[in-house]
């Protein structure tokens, strides 16, 4: 019956899920998106869908954003898969491709989530003191000479801060940044109950949980 029905199923949106859309279509013009990118591919059933969603939305609006992990050395590899498709997606669609440097830069890895998240809160120009290849002269620059960073000065300059996890170190970004930015959460359905209460008190502004945050994002 599923196969040859052409009902259409309900969706109500979670509040928490329209919370998030809410913050995500509402980023200043011009405002820089940071993404945690804290998941593998172990969790790619809801978190691909994430940050998919996620992308799309950015795109669309031509915010620019920069990414990257406090949790895995294996997430820089999953996410920029996720990238090459979203652009792949949007080329078909005769769309502007993301392009490295001048819409977003890719931050990698960075080791223990407790001291970077720590020191993002203090010092984000410290931490993100990385180099960048800018493509078109082919040279290595300072990721803040970028126009995706170049008017970031703390944290708190970000449009919005978005996590997406499957673990628990969302509760550390809380801990260490909710008083500093603007942070909203998309994440396993594990990982939803705990970090509900956070959204309760006020500490994050929105949260997806599992594969519903996603259909309800996209609904």
């Given at each position: 019956f599923p196969v040859f029905s052409s009902?259409?199923?309900?969706?109500?949106?979670?509040?928490?899920?329209?919370?998030?859309?809410?913050?995500?279509?509402?980023v200043p013009e011009g405002k820089t998106?940071?993404?945690?990118?804290?998941?593998?591919?172990?969790?790619?059933?809801?978190n691909a869908g994430h940050v998919e969603?996620?992308?799309?939305?950015?795109?669309?609006?031509?915010?620019?954003?920069?990414?990257?992990?406090v949790a895995d050395p294996q997430a820089p590899g999953v996410y920029?898969?996720?990238?090459?498709?979203?652009?792949?997606e949007r080329k078909k669609a005769g769309l502007k491709e993301y392009k490295q440097w001048e819409d977003y830069v890719d931050l990698a890895y960075f080791?223990?989530?407790?001291?970077?998240?720590?020191?993002?809160?203090?010092?984000?120009?410290?931490?993100?003191?990385?180099?960048?290849?800018?493509?078109?002269s082919g040279q290595d620059r300072p990721v803040f000479e970028s126009p995706v960073m170049k008017d970031v000065y703390k944290v708190g300059d970000a449009g919005l801060y978005v996590v997406?996890?499957?673990?628990?170190s969302v509760d550390r970004t809380i801990e260490r940044l909710n008083d500093k930015t603007k942070i909203v959460v998309m994440c396993t359905g594990v990982i939803g109950p705990s970090t509900l209460p956070f959204y309760q008190s006020g500490q994050i502004k929105g949260v997806g949980i599992g594969l519903?945050?996603?259909?309800?994002?996209?609904?």
């Open positions: 009902i259409v199923l309900p969706c109500e949106p979670s509040p928490t899920a329209q919370a998030l859309y809410h913050q995500l279509m509402t998106v940071f993404i945690q990118s804290d998941w593998t591919i172990s969790t790619r059933g809801e969603a996620l992308l799309r939305i950015v795109m669309s609006r031509k915010l620019k954003f920069a990414i990257y992990t920029r898969e996720y990238i090459r498709r979203i652009n792949e080791p223990n989530a407790e001291g970077t998240l720590v020191a993002i809160g203090l010092d984000v120009r410290k931490v993100f003191n990385k180099r960048v290849k800018d493509p078109s997406i996890t499957a673990s628990s519903k945050g996603v259909v309800d994002m996209e609904y």
